[in-house]
């Protein structure tokens, strides 16, 4: 592991501790709040004040804030839209509990073009695709970005792996892709603890 790699777990550990921090913090202000109001007023039920109304826009900003600094943004590309709808079910499976961002891409050229457009945390990349293979596409991603790249292919032999490798691909999993297995390989892209066991062992099969 070199030291921009151990930079990048490093800033994305970090960031899950202070999303895990601060939507902590921002409920307790919310019960402590809620509780302090139940203590001190015994009257009768009344129309919300400017107070308590700028106290509940206040919090709410602040949850704003915390939910879009903690969302997972993911980007899978495939030129195949039964494995963009599979992918996407599987994925709605794996990410259970967490706050993420899904786009899609059919080709490498559409995914340079949302990659340079938006951050993503992830790219999970088809190989065989029209236009701009997933090689050439990985290739490009690397002269501008180190997002984390996951090759999701039926092209999966030891001299292809290698190939992704070398163009700075991060993982490789083989169609049909087995759920555990995209997680660990998602999480470990994302520095996320697993979440532990799923409902379902196997996705369904991804076609070439």
Known sequence: MD?????????????????????TSTTTKTIDNRQKHKNVNHSPPISPSDHDTSLTTSLQKELDAVTADCTIHILI????????????????????????????????????????QHSFDVVLLDIDMPLLNGIETSKEIRTFSSIPIIAIT??????????????????????????????????????IPLSGPLSSPLSPNLEK
């Open 77 to 116: 590309v495939d030129d195949n839209p039964i494995n963009l709808n599979i992918l996407r079910k599987t994925l709605s499976v794996i990410m259970i509990g967490k706050i993420y961002h899904l786009e899609e891409a059919s080709n490498g050229f559409e995914a340079l073009k949302l990659i340079k």
């Open 154 to 191: 039926t092209n999966d032999s030891n001299k292809s792996k290698k190939a992704y490798y070398q163009v700075g691909m991060n993982d490789c999993l083989s169609k049909p892709v087995n759920t555990h297995t995209l997680e660990a390989s998602l999480f470990n892209a994302l520095s």
């Open 3 to 23: 030291k921009e790699q151990q930079e990048s777990i490093i800033v994305k550990t970090k960031r899950n501790i202070a999303c895990l921090t601060a939507t």
